[in-house]
């Protein structure tokens, strides 16, 4: 199981969006086997080219599908973790087989073992 959680520094990012990038974690036999983390590429662009969602009125380029397009392009997952997201990006993760987890907040280290925790007792890991 792969597992991106968008990142804000430490925390999980509140908005996907406008993450800094994706905490990546591989988790074999219920444990965290692999970290890596994939940068947002609109980060090295100042966010210039895609709108964030207040301007999402003016510009239908939503930097959510931007990202969701990347990192599916960069990486297999199987579930990424956010606070939101914007239903277009969602709907293009979840066409895919990537189960999208909104809600998600505090730091992204306590998250991953809170969310092992949880899917062991699920039987999902």
């Known amino acids: ?15 996907f969006g406008h993450c800094d990038g994706c905490a990546v974690y591989s988790i074999t036999n219920r ?14 662009l100042g966010g210039k080219m895609f709108c964030s969602h207040e301007e999402i009125a003016k510009n239908s380029d939503c930097a959510c599908r931007f990202f969701s397009a990347f990192l599916l ?6 579930t990424v973790v956010t606070g939101e ?19 998600a907040e505090g730091e992204i280290e306590e998250y991953i073992q809170e969310f092992i925790k949880k899917a062991l007792n699920q039987g999902e890991i």
């Open 85 to 103: 997201i914007g239903a277009t990006a969602a709907r293009f993760l979840s066409q895919r087989g990537i189960k999208v987890i909104t809600g």
């Open 1 to 15: 199981m792969t597992i991106a959680i968008a990142s804000k520094g430490k925390q999980v990012s509140t908005h």
């Open 31 to 44: 444990q965290i086997t692999a970290k890596e983390y994939i940068e947002n590429p609109l980060v090295k």
């Open 73 to 78: 392009h960069e990486i297999k997952v199987d």
